[in-house]
């Protein structure tokens, strides 16, 4: 058990504790999933380049040397030995990363009620908080500056993920199709006689057949995604491996054919003739050299849907050599053939005319996978994002009961499709696609390498010269490749910066709003004094039932029920304050997920229930967390008297609980199927014995449509002379209320924007209100049926 009380070993890390058989199949899994990408970058790698670019057939060799360096520096040492070792409880990218930081430097912006933040963090004390109080620590944790600075980077390479994830399915399935029209061309050339219409039908075709083939592809590609993971990888495994075959193997062919002085090109000698001759040309020539990297970013994004030992495994020993066999041959082929038309497209490398369509239909299949890594990280960092309200509220499918890591985005997808669809109709060119992949490859990159920086400083604990180094090392190579991107800035990674700032607002207005609104309802809550002193005074009535009232604050009654109580003076006889309090890691424990305490005196029966939850918990969206909360609520009655770790708190004494507890000495679950078109109201709890209540519970598995389902009542325990009187007291009134109905109470927000407000806050605002209509309603989120669901409105001026 860590920091927050969550537990070290999440429900997917079964297969995490690996024999060599559970290795072997997540490694044959993750050949489908994360290196698609990579080996099919020599599709597109040397077609990026410009022939006429190419001076020298002496700059194939050396651009090699940069081929082979890079793979081995970025992929094989930063990625494979370190930055995996770097993961959060398995799970990877900028934001587990940024989950370390906040963990061991409070560094973190996610909204917090500083009155409840002891209560919340209880159990948070991290040996290295103790013992490294060193000064790059206590200069992040003083300057704010450098908390939005990390939360910015955080945000960056999560933009650039999902700028890739948009990038590499368009320009992968059309470098693949433009083969095909290649492919296409010649074989009508030997049924056509006239030479002039042979060139007019070759271009046609190298035209206007690679567009449509490959929309129809990436449409094809989209829909699949809803098999999930699993599935994805078994099937798209085989067609990654007999691709690698098949391109190593002509590879090595091409080498001891066409040039085998291709091979001392490993020299980095090579790379030094390059640069001392280097002039914005060869600059340029290097921004399509980074695209054969691409996809190094989802060996640590794409972490939680495997494990570090299946991932490195197959890099290894299967992906490095393979590729770099690959990539020399290819070389060797240039060289030899330079002056040769096409010479720079992979197909043309392959010496059987007859194999080429064979590749032209392969290409097709790995292309479609080499999307994949990218997509399936993706929906990973959206999820983590939504989880750390940092994007809108969308509906996420785990396609996996053993591994929680494994999602799948429907709406998220969908815009994935349109934009990648909208680009490869927009631009229709490989080259101008490359750079703007590459340039999010590199910002990727380059974002990974600063927060591992901090993460070897502050998690690690090692000296600051090591930190340093890494940042140094890694971040020159990596800045390296930024400036030759950007040097392309006006011949296509100008698109990157479309895709940048749509999901950069998107994530900031979101932020921003989450933000503001809670900063409101922290300012406008009202103390519990004002309840338990308000209701006896003017009359308040107390209804049958339980009421649980959702709300973002910790502490306090929120604005939008005491407005509801003002107005309407009822409410119910058991009240119960549901908040969810994010925590900046992957999972929390079962037994250690919810906060119970009571408000006010016992006889009011008012409880608190602060959920808490990692970015990779699916806690919302269970269908049974009504009856864990009650359950909760009734293990926290029998225990409140005796629990010597009981929390102070400024309402009082807070216990952490989870779970249904069939053997535990409080209430019993049991379950009930009933028909969801029957029952009629039914007012009274002694009625509600023999009847089912009207107010259907949060446990429906469809709420809004009729048909069976399957719901929990509770029961007391045989009588024990340890339980006392007014604790079995208490517990059948929960009982009894909970027979005569559920509702729930939820604030509608409406942010207004305060006079004189700057155009910015407005924008942010406005967009904010936008994807809060259009999101996912929070009722649908939360399982909550209709008929049971009150929201109380409140104008918030921000």
């Known amino acids: 058990m860590d920091a927050l009380g969550v537990s070290s070993l999440p429900i997917s890390y079964e297969f995490r504790k690996e024999t060599w058989k559970h290795t072997l199949i997540l490694s044959f899994q993750s050949l489908g999933v994360i290196y698609g990408r990579l080996s099919t970058a020599p599709l597109y790698v040397m077609e990026s380049i410009r022939p006429g670019d190419i001076r020298s057939p002496d700059e194939i060799h050396e651009l090699f040397s940069f081929v082979f360096w890079t793979l081995t520096i970025i992929p094989l040492v930063k990625y494979s030995f370190i930055v995996l070792r770097a993961d959060d409880d398995g799970e990877g990218g900028p934001f587990a990363l940024y989950s370390l930081l906040c963990r061991h430097a409070s560094v973190g912006l996610i909204p917090c009620d500083k009155s409840s933040d002891k209560i919340l963090h209880h159990e948070e004390h991290s040996p290295s908080k103790k013992t490294l109080e060193s000064k790059a620590r206590r200069t992040l944790e003083k300057h704010k500056s450098c908390h939005y600075l990390l939360f910015f980077l955080a945000l960056f390479g999560a933009c650039m993920i999902l700028s890739d994830a948009v990038l590499t399915p368009a320009i992968s399935v059309l470098s693949a199709t433009s083969g095909l029209g290649r492919s296409l061309a010649k074989i009508s050339a030997k049924f056509i006689t006239s030479d002039h219409a042979k060139v007019h039908v070759a271009k046609t075709l190298k035209k206007y057949v690679p567009t449509p083939a490959a929309c129809a592809i990436l449409v094809c590609l989209f ?5 999930g993971t699993k599935r994805i ?5 085989p067609i990654v491996i007999t691709w690698l075959f098949f391109i190593g193997g002509f590879g090595l062919y ?6 085998m ?45 495997f494990s570090k030992k299946s991932i490195k495994i197959t890099f290894i020993c299967f992906i490095y050599p393979i590729l770099l066999v690959t990539y020399a041959g290819q070389a060797a082929f240039i060289f030899n053939n330079f002056r040769v038309e096409d010479a720079f497209h992979l197909s043309e490398s392959i010496p059987n005319k007859s194999l080429q369509h064979i590749f032209a239909v392969l290409s097709l299949f790995a292309s479609a996978v080499g999307s994949q890594a990218t997509i399936t990280a993706g929906f990973s960092i959206i999820n983590q994002c939504q989880a750390l309200n940092c994007f809108p509220r969308v509906k996420i499918v785990h396609t996996s009961e053993q591994i929680l890591g494994q999602v799948y985005v429907p709406d998220v997808n969908w815009l994935f499709m349109i934009l990648s669809l909208a680009f490869t109709i927009g631009l229709q060119d490989v080259s101008q696609l490359g750079k703007a992949t590459a340039l999010a490859v590199t910002c990727a990159m380059l974002v990974t390498t600063c927060l591992m920086s901090l993460v070897i400083a502050l998690y690690w604990e090692r000296s600051l010269f090591a930190s340093i180094s890494f940042l140094l090392f890694f971040g020159s190579i990596e800045a390296m490749y930024l400036t030759t991107s950007l040097v392309n ?36 809550k009202v103390s519990i004094d004002w309840l338990t002193d308000y209701s006896p005074g003017l009359g308040v009535a107390r209804v049958p039932g339980i009421g649980f009232i959702y709300s973002d604050i910790e502490m306090g009654i929120p604005a939008f029920f005491s407005h509801f109580i003002t107005n309407l003076p009822a409410f119910h006889q058991v009240l119960i304050f549901v908040s969810f309090k994010s925590s900046p890691v992957p999972y929390v424990a079962d037994n250690r997920r919810y906060l119970i305490g009571r408000v006010g005196p016992r006889e009011y029966k008012i409880y608190r229930c602060i959920v808490r939850y990692g970015y990779r918990d699916s806690v919302r969206d269970t269908d049974d967390f009504e009856d864990q909360i009650i359950s909760s ?3 926290y009655i029998t225990r409140e008297e005796y629990d010597c ?8 004494k807070m216990i952490v ?6 053997d535990g000495n409080a209430l019993i679950p049991v379950d009930d199927t009933i028909s969801t078109t029957s029952y009629s109201p039914k007012s009274g709890a002694s009625e509600s014995k023999k009847h089912l209540p009207d107010v259907p519970s949060g446990s429906l598995e469809n709420p809004n449509t009729g048909g069976s389902r399957k719901r929990v009542r509770f029961m007391l325990p045989a009588k024990s002379p340890r339980m006392l009187a007014s604790v079995r007291q208490e517990l059948q009134e929960m009982i009894d209320a909970r027979e005569s109905g559920t509702a729930y109470f939820l604030g509608q927000s409406h942010l207004l924007a305060r006079k004189g407000s700057n155009f910015f806050k407005k924008l942010l605002i406005m967009m904010y209100v936008f994807l809060d209509k259009n999101g996912r309603e929070p009722p649908v989120a939360l399982n909550i049926p209709n008929a049971a669901l009150l929201e109380v409105g409140t104008v918030y001026t921000i």
């Open 233 to 237: 990888g078994i099937v798209l495994a």
């Open 633 to 635: 609520i009734g293990e």
């Open 657 to 662: 609980l989870g779970g249904l507890r069939e």
């Open 223 to 227: 829909t699949f995604q809803h098999h």
């Open 645 to 652: 770790e009981a929390l102070s708190s400024p309402e009082g």
């Open 489 to 524: 800035f006006l011949h296509g990674a100008w698109c990157l910066i479309i895709l940048l700032l749509l999901f950069m607002m998107i994530m900031a207005a979101w932020h921003y709003g989450t933000l503001k609104k809670y900063q409101f309802d922290i300012e406008n």
């Open 261 to 305: 002085h291709i091979l001392n090109a490993i020299s980095p000698v090579y790379m030094l003739k390059f640069i001392k001759k280097i002039s914005l040309r060869h600059w340029k020539l290097l921004s399509s050299i980074i695209l054969c990297i691409a996809g190094t970013e989802s060996m640590f994004a794409d972490l939680g849907h």
């Open 254 to 259: 091409n080498i001891f054919h066409y040039d």
